[in-house]
């Protein structure tokens, strides 16, 4: 970690070519000033090169510089700050060390709530750092409640909204849990709390549940498989103690392990990491990045936050040095782990797969008019592995006219044309788990939503979309909890997970009971990596769902259509039947995955298999 460490803060500071400057090798320009870039990378600096450093206070003086109406990133700029101004007072520097630490907090005051949670956080954690001895019960308390409102009954983090009704949650996605986590485990650094603890070791159970025991956490919603993440989950397990020998060697000292092996593989020849596994494209652009990634903020970031944990670690008292042995032995009961209120689970039969699953679906954290963000719908695995080799990618966000010129682009989510308008069938209801013999069984159901946020037509929704985008878009955003569902249509899904071999199947129900034309987009949709086919693929389809059997097609699987998703794994495709119109009544499919039953998947394949 150490080394990792090393390489990654020496690539940040030669992303300056001169004092104060940090430069995006991707962007080809400056980083934005008003990110948290600059005073990001002046903590990594600070930490190497200690208060007599050059490079560290030129970064926060070109962040200065800016006009105040510039500054963005508050929380974050002001928790970087805090950091920086502990860290000079522990090592005895004068008041002030030349810089005016009064003036740089007041250019970014935390408001008391944002769109994300997980900013409104790290808003009080920064008024719990600074807050006077007399004032930091308050501050403690008001964290704590947070945490209260802001976690499912299993421990995950919610992103969105801000006020979830249980039993059925917001977005949890799991970059943020992770930044959620630190955010906890930095507090345990200067409260003792024991209700904080047991919110620290909820999380961390949590975080096991989207772990595939290899080098992957994650891969569910946005920031999908982020660096960001990574370096939030890391730095939390660092004061957590998982550098102690005892930890090393328990599940959490092999997901760490895995992480940095996993890093490995994202380096860049510059030194920087890529900010997710899935590198550049074809094209050299970056591949399943958010817009509001730079590669040069995130990296700086991370230096910083793993540099400021680590010596955290190893010089002052850490947080709860039990709770990685107890999150160790969270279990839901078998091979089987799950958090209803999110739904997610975990499987992992004898034969060494895991499969992370999202069964009910979840709000989507943007409901635009030109995007479909499905990396938080159900009734998908969303991350598959055996053997160290990744099986099943992670859903994406997908351009609505993409969408339409490629439908095979959604994978797994089923996409509808009704009328001119796309829907999904994302959000189910109904969840029912069995376990029998072999198998585990998954069944859902639902209906489909709208992908896209209706255009305003009357003049009352125009000037109600334009006072609240002025207002900060709040109610827009809030829409997102309130899709509208396709009248007269519904579907339902049956996933099996084969415990003896490395299989899965799914059969799909759609009832079609409306009087308007519905066009079946994806028809047998799924999403494979193409350097790990399955064996054997599988597609029976019957255009009819009373009576499947007198009119079932089984397709030849070298003629689906397939297109190259936007995914945060490299070698992503989705596939598909062509389009369908669909007959009164509904549609029935039966699609089956096998990898075969001894050693790992076949690797090397270059596209569609031709024997099933």
């Known amino acids: 970690m150490q080394r990792r460490l090393d390489t990654l803060v020496g690539a940040v500071c030669r992303c300056s070519d001169h004092p104060g400057r940090l430069w995006d090798p991707v962007l080809r320009a400056e980083t934005p000033a008003e990110h948290y870039g600059h005073n990001s990378a002046a903590l990594a600096l600070l930490m190497r090169d200690g208060p007599e450093g050059a490079q560290w206070r030129p970064m926060v003086r070109t962040w200065m510089a800016l006009e105040r109406r510039q500054v963005g990133h508050e929380p974050f700029n002001r928790f970087l700050l805090l950091l920086m101004r502990e860290h000079l007072l522990a090592t005895g520097a ?30 009080a954690l920064c008024h719990l750092i600074e807050a006077p001895d007399h004032r930091r019960g308050r501050a403690l308390a008001r964290l704590l409640s947070l945490l209260e409102r802001w976690t499912t009954p299993a421990g995950g983090f919610i992103d969105f909204p801000y006020r979830p009704a249980l039993p059925r949650s917001g977005a949890t996605p799991v970059a943020y849990h992770h930044k959620a986590l630190f955010v906890a485990t930095v507090a345990g650094c200067y409260v003792t709390s024991p209700a904080l603890d047991r919110h620290v070791q909820r999380m961390l159970g949590w975080v096991r549940l989207t772990w595939d025991g290899d080098g992957h956490v994650g891969g569910f919603g946005r920031s999908t498989h982020s660096l960001f993440g990574d370096a939030c989950l890391m730095a939390s397990l660092v004061l957590l103690g998982v550098l102690s020998r005892e930890n090393q060697d328990g599940a959490f000292g092999a997901m760490a392990s895995g992480i940095l092996e996993r890093w490995a593989g994202q380096q860049r020849p510059d030194g920087l990491l890529m900010l ?85 679906g979840q709000p989507p954290q943007a409901f635009g008019r030109d995007w479909a963000e ?54 189910f209801q109904d969840v029912a788990l069995s376990q029998d013999g072999d198998d585990i069984t998954i069944r859902l159901s639902g209906q489909p939503v709208s992908l896209l946020r209706p255009e305003p037509r009357s003049l009352g929704q125009r000037l109600f979309a334009a006072a609240d985008w002025r207002l900060g878009g709040r109610m827009g955003r809030n829409r997102a909890l309130r899709r509208p569902r396709a009248t007269g249509v519904s579907g339902s899904v049956c996933f099996t997970f084969h415990r003896s071999r490395c299989a899965v199947s799914q059969e799909l129900v759609i009832r079609h009971r409306c009087d308007a034309e519905v066009h079946y987009l994806n028809p047998g949709g799924h999403a494979l990596m193409t350097d790990a086919l399955p064996l054997k693929r599988a597609l029976v389809q019957s255009p009819s769902e009373s009576d499947p059997s007198a009119s079932e097609v089984s397709l030849d699987v070298s003629t689906l259509l397939s297109a190259r998703p936007d995914a945060s794994i490299p070698h992503a495709m989705g596939f598909s039947a062509p389009p369908t119109l669909l007959r009164k009544g509904g549609y029935r499919h039966r699609l089956y995955l096998d990898w075969g039953d001894h050693g790992l998947p076949c690797k090397g394949a270059a596209g569609l298999d031709k024997g099933e």
């Open 94 to 123: 004068p008041a002030g060390d030349g810089l005016p630490w009064e003036e740089a907090l007041n250019r970014c005051p935390v408001a008391r709530r944002y769109p994300s949670n997980n900013w409104t956080l790290l808003g």
């Open 374 to 427: 499905l990396r938080y719908a159900g009734a998908l695995p969303y991350h598959m592995i055996r053997g160290g080799t990744v099986l099943c990618p992670p859903p994406v966000r997908v351009h609505a006219d993409a969408l339409r010129r490629e439908p095979s682009l959604a994978g797994w989510t089923p996409v509808f044309l009704i009328g001119d308008e796309l829907f999904g069938l994302v959000d």
């Open 276 to 360: 997710n596994p899935a590198g550049p494209t074809a094209g050299g652009a970056p591949a399943g990045w958010d817009d509001y990634m730079y590669l040069s903020v995130y990296n700086a970031w991370t230096a910083a936050v793993l540099s400021w944990a680590l010596h955290r670690a190893w010089t002052d008292a850490r947080p709860d040095q039990g709770a990685l042995r107890q999150a160790a032995t969270f279990e839901v009961g078998g091979r089987v782990e799950a958090d209803e209120a999110a739904g997610l689970m975990r499987c992992a039969p004898e034969d060494g797969t895991v499969a992370l699953m999202s069964t009910s």
